[in-house]
């Protein structure tokens, strides 16, 4: 499929926040499908920046839902002690901490205090970034200050795109105010340190890919403008809604629980994103969608 290309390694980077879904079931099928085929290793990162949100239960489901589906993966942890232990991200804390140091000290970020009200609209309305707040101020966010510069983005499919980043993205957050990074700034540190050179998400997460790429080179690092990025459609649910974490009809769980098969599964992805092919296990998605 890809005998052409050449990478060292992916990721399948879960948030456990709720029960996995066939949205999560595609796109982990789909990574392992293309590492296979091109002979890249698979790290198992899981997203746990969020505490508040992170349950155990949501953790075990990652193993659960990864061992069901038979996928696998060649680094990270094999079961909740090893994450705890030694692939949380909590571990990785004074990585994103000395970026954050060094956005500080070139003077690239900029308190922010607005409330969720106050953020009402999709794109950051600009309130704080000329009131010089203090960056060791309690209780408030860190932006970053953003500009119309080029961005080049490595694509699997389409070679190299030149755009810039989208309005939502304009002074997005890089530390939130619980004092922890951002999920842009963990996710570019995290790439980084384990040497990832293809990452494949949904293309609902195309904007984050932009926000990190213009990251990245404020950080200063080119080694993540060598990344090639595959955004993939997604399943939706009702016709236009995005699928959510939860434990209902369209998690794994529940459709473990209600006796489905790993094949039950791929063949209800297939039949939902109308794939000419037959999808009956993770090698076939990507020869389905590609």
């Given at each position: 499929?890809?005998?052409?290309?050449?990478?060292?390694?992916?990721?399948?980077?879960?948030?456990?926040?709720?029960?996995?879904?066939?949205?999560?079931?595609?796109?982990?099928?789909?990574?392992?499908?293309?590492?296979?085929?091109?002979?890249?290793?698979?790290?198992?990162?899981?997203?746990?920046?969020?505490?508040?949100?992170?349950?155990?239960?949501?953790?075990?489901?990652?193993?659960?839902?990864?061992?069901?589906?038979?996928?696998?993966?060649?680094?990270?942890?094999?079961?909740?002690?090893?994450?705890?232990?030694?692939?949380?991200?909590?571990?990785?804390?004074?990585?994103?901490?000395?970026?954050?140091?060094?956005?500080?000290?070139?003077?690239?970020?900029?308190?922010?205090?607005?409330?969720?009200?106050?953020?009402?609209?999709?794109?950051?309305?600009?309130?704080?970034?000329?009131?010089?707040?203090?960056?060791?101020?309690?209780?408030?966010?860190?932006?970053?200050?953003?500009?119309?510069?080029?961005?080049?983005?490595?694509?699997?499919?389409?070679?190299?795109?030149?755009?810039?980043?989208?309005?939502?993205?304009?002074?997005?957050?890089?530390?939130?105010?619980?004092?922890?990074?951002?999920?842009?700034?963990?996710?570019?540190?995290?790439?980084?340190?384990?040497?990832?050179?293809?990452?494949?998400?949904?293309?609902?997460?195309?904007?984050?890919?932009?926000?990190?790429?213009?990251?990245?080179?404020?950080?200063?690092?080119?080694?993540?403008?060598?990344?090639?990025?595959?955004?993939?459609?997604?399943?939706?649910?009702?016709?236009?809604?995005?699928?959510?974490?939860?434990?209902?009809?369209?998690?794994?769980?529940?459709?473990?629980?209600?006796?489905?098969?790993?094949?039950?599964?791929?063949?209800?992805?297939?039949?939902?994103?109308?794939?000419?092919?037959?999808?009956q296990r993770f090698e076939d998605v990507a020869d389905a969608l590609l």
């Amino acid at each position: 499929m890809f005998n052409d290309k050449k990478f060292t390694r992916t990721r399948i980077a879960p948030t456990p926040s709720g029960y996995l879904h066939l949205g999560n079931a595609l796109s982990f099928a789909l990574t392992a499908a293309i590492a296979r085929s091109i002979g890249a290793k698979i790290l198992l990162r899981i997203d746990d920046l969020d505490q508040q949100r992170v349950n155990l239960a949501y953790v075990q489901d990652v193993f659960d839902t990864l061992n069901f589906l038979e996928i696998p993966w060649n680094e990270g942890p094999r079961n909740v002690i090893e994450y705890h232990d030694e692939w949380s991200q909590m571990r990785r804390m004074d990585m994103y901490n000395d970026a954050l140091q060094q956005l500080a000290e070139q003077r690239d970020v900029f308190a922010c205090k607005c409330s969720r009200s106050q953020l009402q609209g999709s794109s950051y309305p600009g309130n704080c970034i000329n009131k010089s707040i203090p960056l060791d101020t309690s209780e408030t966010a860190w932006r970053l200050f953003t500009d119309d510069r080029s961005i080049s983005l490595k694509t699997l499919t389409k070679g190299i795109i030149t755009t810039r980043l989208p309005e939502t993205m304009k002074n997005f957050v890089v530390k939130k105010k619980d004092d922890h990074p951002a999920y842009q700034l963990a996710s570019v540190i995290d790439d980084l340190h384990f040497e990832v050179d293809l990452v494949i998400r949904g293309e609902d997460l195309y904007p984050s890919t932009l926000a990190q790429l213009f990251l990245a080179d404020v950080l200063g690092d080119s080694r993540f403008q060598d990344i090639t990025f595959y955004h993939h459609p997604l399943i939706m649910e009702d016709g236009d809604k995005k699928l959510s974490k939860s434990a209902g009809s369209t998690s794994i769980k529940y459709l473990r629980k209600k006796g489905k098969t790993a094949t039950d599964v791929y063949r209800m992805i297939g039949s939902i994103l109308g794939t000419a092919k037959p999808v009956q296990r993770f090698e076939d998605v990507a020869d389905a969608l590609l």
